[in-house]
């Protein structure tokens, strides 16, 4: 090193050195502090001021720090400004500082309070569309001249006011930063925030965030982490539509739990447990669709087209045709109930899940269980609209045999209207006493059943007693459980007076009919007849549904040759379906009992 180089380098040495030291000083002044107020104004294109105290400081990086700082909304008639931070850190630029300037290279705020605000008119107080920002997305110059840098946020608090819908929300304990370095650059962000009592952790970045804020589309990636919601998008976004087209896979552990979090007053959510879509989606008009899903709910998987929507009065829309391996189908009991699990017989009922929602699945699904009974090979399709749910079964392998039919739910004031039309054919006839848990009488072997019932209530003993439809069940060959047809007969031929009871042994018969029409909650037999190899039975009168009492009149003979020439007995049925008591009736047809002939008079009287 020569002599003149070494001076040199003492000489720069000891400028840098001076320099250091004055950096307080100069950064201190009232220059540099308009100065960062102004780089700050011109990047956000808002006024901003700088009210509190200063300091600096060199380790671990030369910077600066501004008490109470103001980011003004000037359109906020209120006065409340846009941002205000409690603290405002910036990191300089060391060169410029040098020379008594100061440059921002990287800033934080400290407790910084947004006031994110949406008007009437729907423009948001927010937009990207002011400063150096502004002048970026409308000039290509202005853009290649664009440098940023990095926003961190320590401790901050985010209000949203949404004047159209005059709501509010707000974000608590927020993390995080945001980096953008040059308009050429992408853009990132990771923050961390509490709302509604949750913790969300959400990471997204942008490829090119300066033509996706000229209305051009960009890579987009987006990812929810939090206890009711986890959400990962990657795919496009056109900045003009805010359309998305990609991936997306969402998960809720809880329906009802993300119901409540998101604020949805809908209580459809609220009936179902986890709940999971993924797949190739499009996002557009407020409508997502997946053209082909992957849908989970609780442990059924399904595959299909799902389109999910938000209407503008916030009817949520749920559309699509999904096929499942295995799914649970909700019966109506714990529909209707709003807490199934444990409420008592005399609840009223909850309509309020068909409030908000309008549904249209075609559904299959190899196996269904839930309903009053299990089905394979299931076709059907579920339909929520204007206050009215309906299950459409096209075909099911169920019971044995064959069904189908429908089941639909009303809402009417302050109860709902039930009506259902059921067909099975080829049937097990032993599980329709099963389904509907009735104890004593059963019948064993195959048939068909019919079905139509309606019925308004607003609980299940109101809905009893006003059923109102008709129906009939047939087979042949089978056995009727509970009845000793034969034995009635016998009793009924002997015509006692005492009440008998035929409720034990087992009748097999050739054919059954057993017809009814129901009106206020009794049922009424008509055209009913029972046949087998011994007598045959023909039955009418009434069973009340809501008591299972019965005051039936019947009809009994004998088809053994040694009793062709007796006509039909009759006999009456009464006590309930779980104890009948049969009572024979008087008739011509029995002979009264041979009297014993008088004693002969004596020859002392």
Known sequence: MTTRTGKLAIAMTIFVIIAIFAIPNLLSTTYVKQRIADQLSQ?????????GSSSISLRPYLGVSYDNVIISDEADLSGKPLILIDEFRAKLDLFAALFGDAELAEIEFIRPHFHLRIDESGRRNWSADKGRIGA???????????????????DGILELTDEQKLATSEFTAINGQFSWPDSNAAANTQISAVWRGEIINLAAS??????????????????????PLKLAF???????????EGTLSMATPS??????????????????GSFSVSGETVFQNNSLEFPDALVALESHTGKGRLQLGLRDDQMLTINGTLAFETIALPDIQSLLLAQADGAEPGSKFELSFLDGVALDVRLSADTATGAPFAMTGLAAAIIVN???ASFDIGTAKAIGGSVSGSVSLQAQDNSVAISADIVGNNIELDQLSEIYREKGVALQGRGDITMKLKAVGDDIEGLMLRLNGEGRVSGNEGTLNGWDLPQLYETTLAGSDSVARVSSGVTEFNEINLGYFIANGTAFMRDSFIKTPDVDVSLKGRIDLVRSTLALRGHIKSNKSDFQDQADLPFFIGGTALSPLFVPLPTSIRQPPTQPPPEKATGDQ
């Open 43 to 51: 990047l956000s294109g808002r006024q901003v001021e700088l009210q």
């Open 136 to 154: 970026a997305i409308n000039d290509t110059e202005a853009a290649n001249s664009l440098r940023l840098g990095t926003v961190r946020i320590e």
């Open 206 to 227: 942008v490829a090119n965030p300066l033509t996706w804020l000229q209305g051009g589309a960009s890579e987009v990636s987006v990812k929810i982490d939090s206890n």
């Open 234 to 244: 990657d795919g496009f976004c056109d900045g003009a539509t805010h359309n998305f």
């Open 255 to 272: 329906s009802k739990r993300f119901a409540d979090w998101v604020g949805w007053q809908l209580q459809a959510p609220k009936k179902l």
């Open 386 to 388: 204007d206050g009215r």
